[in-house]
């Protein structure tokens, strides 16, 4: 696998062709390969949670919960569960699981179990009656100002037509103490676009620095969106002023947005699309053309396959006119792509693919 890097055009314009170097840091980001076991890639029910951290839940009793190292070794048991394990959709520096108390009980029993980066886990009470039937059960929540922050989480049900809120509400995390949420970052299962739920404001993003941003997410055609970050003083938002309403990637710590806008009217499968930074003070809009498959990308860098070559990954870092290139890939595991990219946590992106006969890893930090 060749890693290269090179120099794109200014402010605006597209990445060149990438030319030979060698290092992995890039600005504020570091990126590495490293092998992975198959167990990632061929549908086991394992996560990763961290650079070096793995975990999975046991379908069948009794079940419990595990962690490894993405190295070789033994799978430690970190949690016993009498009822079958559930897992969350909890974005930010945490990853959740749920144990649910059994159908009857207390809902002092509900445990939800969160791990951080390295492994180590911590258990709070989710309060909330929970359905004898958990077919439809879901659990999301954005975790911000840090693992000791708060958890805004949301229980409910999501048929495939209709839905119902179970409960929601706020755990501040490093008391374990749990709370009605503020109104206006509160979960709601009717605020929902294209699959992710909202909050009253807009659509939540978490900075690398797990602050907690809303993007609003409906505008007149061609006109723009507010965005804010969240205050812990005073519990508000703070308006930081307005961007144009394209696809968000992310939101860096000082709020600028970046986004993607089409470069022509047509559906999200076209090939090109140009790759915006977004300032909401009023500041200009800086965009770079992208010519390729996007995985998906972050605060000041996006990663795609481009159309000169399928076999290929560019992850492009715009401020540092810098791209990093890895050459001759393949299907990770037999899913049909050259490449998934996986969210870790804001600060965090993993991009797995196949290098010939081994499962690669291509990890995005900062």
Partial sequence: MAVCAGITCAACGAPSQPKPAIGGKIGPFRVSRIVIPRALVNGSPTYQIGPNE???????????????????GRWETVYRCAQPLIGTDIN????????????????????VILFDPQGQSRTYNLPVRLPTSRQWLQVVGYVFGGKEGSLA?????????????????LIDLAAGRSMAAPA????????????????????????????LFLVGSRASEGGSVPVYRWSRAGDKLKP??????????????????????PAFPSPASQQIV????????????????????????????????????????????????????????????????????????AKMQVVVSGEGAKAVEIQISR
């Fill in 54 to 72: 793995m975990v999975r839940v046991t379908g069948s009793a009794p079940y419990v919960l595990q962690r490894r190292t993405l190295t070789p």
């Fill in 92 to 111: 930010g520096p945490l990853t959740g699981f749920l144990c649910p108390a059994p159908p009857g009980a207390s809902t002092q029993r509900n445990r």
């Fill in 153 to 169: 989480w949301l229980a409910a049900e999501d048929y495939p037509i209709g839905q119902r809120d179970l409960g929601s509400g």
């Fill in 184 to 211: 206006a970052i509160t979960l709601d299962m009717r605020q929902t676009w294209n699959g992710f739920y909202q909050m009253p404001g807009g659509m939540p993003y978490l900075s690398p620095s797990d602050a």
């Fill in 240 to 261: 930081l002023g307005e961007v144009p309403l394209y696809e968000t990637l992310g939101v860096g710590d000082d709020g600028t947005v970046w986004a993607l806008r």
């Fill in 274 to 345: 140009h790759f915006l930074r977004e300032v909401p003070s009023g500041g200009r809009v800086q965009s770079w053309r992208i010519d390729g498959q996007i995985l998906g990308g972050g605060p000041g860098y996006i990663v795609y396959v481009p159309k000169s070559d399928s076999a290929r990954l560019d992850i492009f870092f715009p401020l540092q006119h810098r791209t990093l290139l890895y050459r001759k890939l393949n299907d990770p595991g037999k899913i049909l792509r050259l490449a998934v990219l996986w969210q870790i946590d």
